[in-house]
């Protein structure tokens, strides 16, 4: 880790690219996607084995719970809106209407706390979709967001034919 490199991993995603882990007080306190051509960095620490242990296991087995403790940083609302996201069980999509519905909001503003998750996979707002289609993914440093979102729908299960 350097003044230019805040990550204490960078690991290869199946997706394509890298995923950079920033840790903070023993924390995920953001996941970035990364470009290809970025260089693996092994975790620094315990900690950060850690996380890279159980994405690993996550990408062999969808179903592996994703448990490693996150930090909070965000508003009351965004985090509302991300214990509901981690609510949602692998293989299964919610629209951000349903979500919305469920705590009692309006689908822009679940889109917009999906869009401000600093750690997605862990948080999974992948698990939202548009009423018709797969709706946005962002968050990524580089590459194609919504290929990402695609591929851990399908890695759950999840058939989607339009997006």
Not at 95 to 101: F, I, V
Not at 121 to 129: A, E, F, K
Request: net charge positive; hydrophobic share 45%.
């Amino acid at each position: 880790m350097s003044e230019n490199n805040p990550y204490q991993a960078m690991i290869a995603a199946p997706f394509g690219g890298r995923i950079g882990i920033v840790m903070t007080n023993r924390l995920v306190s953001a996941l970035d996607y990364l470009p290809t051509d970025t260089p693996e960095q092994s975790p620094i620490d315990a900690a950060t084995a850690a996380v890279v242990a159980e994405l690993a296991a996550y990408f062999r087995d969808a179903h592996t719970p994703l448990t490693v403790p996150v930090m909070r940083a965000g508003t009351p609302f965004q985090h509302r809106v991300w214990a509901a996201l981690q609510a949602i069980p692998p293989g299964t999509v919610l629209t951000y209407g349903e979500l919305a519905r469920q705590l009692g909001t309006a689908a822009r503003a679940i889109g917009n706390a999906c869009r401000s998750n600093p750690v997605p996979i862990l948080i999974p707002c992948h698990r939202v979709v548009a009423r018709q289609g797969l709706g946005g993914y962002t968050g990524a440093v580089s590459g194609d967001p919504l290929a990402i979102k695609r591929w851990l729908l399908r890695h759950e299960g999840v058939a989607m034919a339009c997006g």
